[in-house]
T-cell receptor, first 114, second 109 residues
């Protein structure tokens, strides 16, 4: 089945220790997104790529970076995680074509910062 | 600024009907989405409206009024598995989704 895969599902890191979250997709979608979601809050868009065109949301902290080496993979790097970065990180994709720009989500990575 | 408003929490009874409202103010409008999100899981797509009116999909229906900046999600014949958060999201003129914080729906037997 075509899908969006995120690894790991749960990540524990120490304050200030860099961490990388990964996302892969078998949907062959043009657009990939990284969201941060905290409990009972709306997903907050961090980055999105249309193909290799990178878009950084204006309020995304400098602590966060992203890479998309090819169509299938996307990575989220948190250079120096703080306690406030503990959240669910959601990767999503959309075709970027057609009339309905439905986003398909991976299962998420829950990040804990100790 | 851009804003999506929906109630924080609602409670309903198994077998009943519930309507979850969403109002929005966005820079442009290219469609409105409803997603379901169970606790600790990712959102899953429920419905999409771009024209005024009602879209029906099984037990779930979604309504849109663009002139009023208003939508609702109607869930019929509620089941315990419908306990989840329901997120309203509007695609703005830049084709980005503006998300509401979600409505937590609690179903009681």
């Amino acid at each position: 089945d075509a899908m969006v895969i995120q690894n790991p599902r749960y990540q524990v890191t120490q304050f200030g220790k860099p961490v990388t979250l990964s996302c892969s997709q078998t949907l062959n979608h043009n657009v990939m997104y990284w969201y941060q979601q905290k409990s009972s809050q709306a997903p907050k868009l961090l980055f999105h790529y249309y193909d290799k065109d990178f878009n950084n949301e204006a309020d995304t902290p400098d602590n966060f970076q992203s890479r998309r080496p090819n169509t299938s993979f996307c990575f989220l790097d948190i250079r120096s995680p703080g306690l406030g970065d503990a959240a669910m990180y959601l990767c999503a994709t959309s075709s970027g074509t057609g009339d309905v720009n439905e986003q398909f989500f991976g299962p998420g990575t829950r990040l804990t910062v100790l | 600024g851009q804003n999506i408003d929906q109630p924080t929490e609602m409670t309903a009874t198994e077998g009943a009907i519930v309507q979850i409202n969403c109002t929005y103010q966005t820079s442009g409008f290219n469609g409105l989405f409803w997603y379901q999100q169970h606790a600790g899981e990712a959102p899953t797509f429920l419905s999409y409206n771009v024209l005024d009116g009602l879209e029906e999909k099984g037990r779930f229906s979604s309504f849109l009024s663009r002139s009023k900046g208003y939508s609702y999600l109607l869930l019929k014949e509620l089941q315990m598995k419908d306990s989840a958060s329901y997120l309203c999201a509007v695609e703005d003129s830049n084709y980005q989704l503006i998300w509401g914080a979600g409505t937590k729906l609690i179903i009681k037997p």
